[in-house]
């Protein structure tokens, strides 16, 4: 059973940076497609960033990119998201995912495997 355990999350002041990893169980952790999503109260769950096992290339949703940095160190099953210029819109919880194949990077319906969350607050 394949395991997927977020940290890192917190409170920051807007403006602030947090660094969100998420630890892998199992084995074959570098053929995954990793995911970080976002999910507020009420509504549909967000792409935010993913990464290939290479990590040779990375996605972003438009309202993060220039602001977050999605990393990934296959020897140690684990991927990073640094968050940057935190805004207050940015608060929500943040989960992990992983997938095999790139095609639906940005769909969470294509990722089989989630983390619990880690709850990010931003203060204004």
């Known amino acids: 059973q394949v395991q997927l355990v977020e940290s890192g999350g917190g409170l920051v002041q807007a403006g602030g940076s947090l660094r969100l990893s998420c630890a892998a169980s199992?084995?074959?952790?570098?053929?995954?497609?990793m995911g970080w999503f976002r999910q507020c109260p009420g509504k549909d769950r967000e792409f935010v960033a993913a990464?290939?096992?290479?990590?040779?290339?990375?996605a972003y949703a438009d309202s993060v990119k220039g602001r977050f940095t999605i990393s990934r160190d296959n020897a140690k099953n684990t991927v990073y998201l640094q968050m940057n210029s935190l805004k207050p819109e940015d608060t929500t919880v943040y989960y992990c995912?992983?997938?095999?194949?790139?095609?639906?990077?940005?769909?969470?319906?294509?990722?089989?495997?989630w983390g619990q969350g880690t709850q990010v607050t931003v203060s204004s």
């Open positions: 990464i290939p096992w290479s990590g040779s290339s990375t």
């Open positions: 995912a992983r997938k095999m194949g790139w095609g639906g990077y940005n769909d969470p319906a294509s990722f089989r495997s």
């Open positions: 199992g084995r074959a952790f570098s053929s995954y497609i």
